[in-house]
């Protein structure tokens, strides 16, 4: 277990009066004990409770090696992993859940009357997976200086006759190339007016002159995920496209500039939006303007009208403010951000000058 991430939890606990609570996420549950797996159907649990007296319920398919300071309770396929744990969850107790817990795990309990009640406890996990540790930190700028490397890499791609598909089926191994274990999530890859569909997948379209070309990509580095978007020409652009980059570009900057601790989120997001809806495109920039990542792509937390969260050191998230012109031009352009103790530290450092690659076709 790794007992510093395993004391905030438990401090978290504390706050909100949970004395008890069950985490079936297995990103959260390797967060906390440093082994993931994928369980499928089969019920995979940590179960904390603040008396100290933590269990892990795993199934013996489960290719668990020894796992310090924490008890295992294995289950067969041939047993219930929810009658293992029930002995010692605290029946005249309510039970906090992460929000992740599969209906029939939880009809289970409640059928066995296990505790008191359940409570949605999902923002003590949220909350201290959101601000990462120095080890974290350092991580995701390795993962995110690949990602870097890696945009030049698939600007080159960029050339006369080529597909989407075909650009984004290089990808993988020119991550692989730089050091990356994986896709952290598979390649955004959109021409002209298909990038005006803000999360289009790629396919057939032959690449012309004049088109933008958005490549939203990330790869995954010791589980660490990045994510990043920047948006090319191939040829000179018309003026309203010219427009529309520089725009995105100006909200981006500002947007990046007015990050430090203590500041809501959804003012961040405001001033994204109002330069754009200043500019004339408020309708088109449709989606809100960051998401956190960590372990996951998409972890808990947005930057978005709707935020209540305040700006803290260790916080890690996107700043993505697009326009989308429906059948004729789509820019995003996207970094990752840390909150510092004073201010902010960007994770990619990819030029984002409005750049055209020129092309013969």
């Known amino acids: 277990m790794n007992k510093e991430r395993l004391k905030k939890v438990l401090e978290k606990m504390d706050e909100t009066d949970v004395c008890q609570l069950l985490i079936t996420d297995p990103v959260s549950v390797f967060y906390l004990t440093g082994h993931y797996e994928e369980p499928w159907e089969r019920f995979w649990a940590l179960y904390l409770n603040k008396s100290g007296k933590h269990k892990l319920v795993a199934n013996r398919l489960f290719s668990l090696p020894e796992v310090q300071d924490i008890e295992i309770l294995w289950y067969s396929d041939s047993e219930s992993g929810i009658e293992k744990l029930y002995p010692f969850v605290n029946h005249d107790k309510p039970l906090g859940v992460d929000g992740v817990t599969k209906a029939k795990f939880l009809l289970e309990l409640m059928d066995r009357k296990a505790a008191a009640g359940y409570t949605d406890s999902s923002e003590v ?6 601000c990462k540790d120095e080890y974290e930190q350092r991580k995701m700028e390795e993962v ?9 890499r698939f600007k080159g791609l960029i050339q006369a006759g080529m597909t989407e598909s075909e650009m984004a089926e290089q ?3 020119i991550y692989r190339e730089l050091g990356a274990d994986d896709y952290s999530f598979a390649p955004l890859v959109g021409f002209g007016k298909n990038a005006a569909c803000g999360h289009h997948g790629p396919d057939r379209t032959v690449l012309k002159q004049g088109d933008c070309v958005l490549f939203d990509v990330g790869c995954k580095k010791d589980g660490f995920c990045s994510d990043m978007t920047r948006t090319f020409f191939f040829g000179e652009p018309e ?3 010219k427009k529309v980059y520089e725009t995105v570009l100006r909200a981006q900057l500002a947007a990046e500039k007015a990050i430090k601790p203590g500041v809501l989120l959804r003012e961040i997001d405001k001033i ?9 495109y408020g309708p088109y920039f449709t989606h809100r303007l960051g998401h956190f990542i960590g372990y996951d792509v998409h972890e808990a937390g947005d930057v978005s009208q709707a ?7 260790g916080m890690i998230f996107s700043i993505e403010p697009g326009i989308y012109l429906p059948d004729r031009v789509g820019v995003r352009i996207e970094d990752l951000v840390m909150v510092t103790e004073d201010g902010v530290k960007l994770l990619n450092h990819y030029p984002k000058e409005l750049t055209v690659v020129e092309g013969n076709l």
Do not use: F, H, Y
């Not at 996990?125 to 959101?130: P, Y």
């Not at 935020?307 to 050191?313: E, G, L, N, Q």
């Open 125 to 130: 996990m949220k909350q201290v997976r959101a």
């Open 144 to 152: 995110s200086a690949i990602n870097d490397k890696a945009m030049e």
């Open 171 to 173: 990808m993988l191994g």
């Open 239 to 241: 003026e309203e496209s």
């Open 272 to 280: 994204a939006r109002d330069i754009i809806t200043e500019a004339g």
């Open 307 to 313: 935020s209540d969260i305040v700006a803290k050191p």
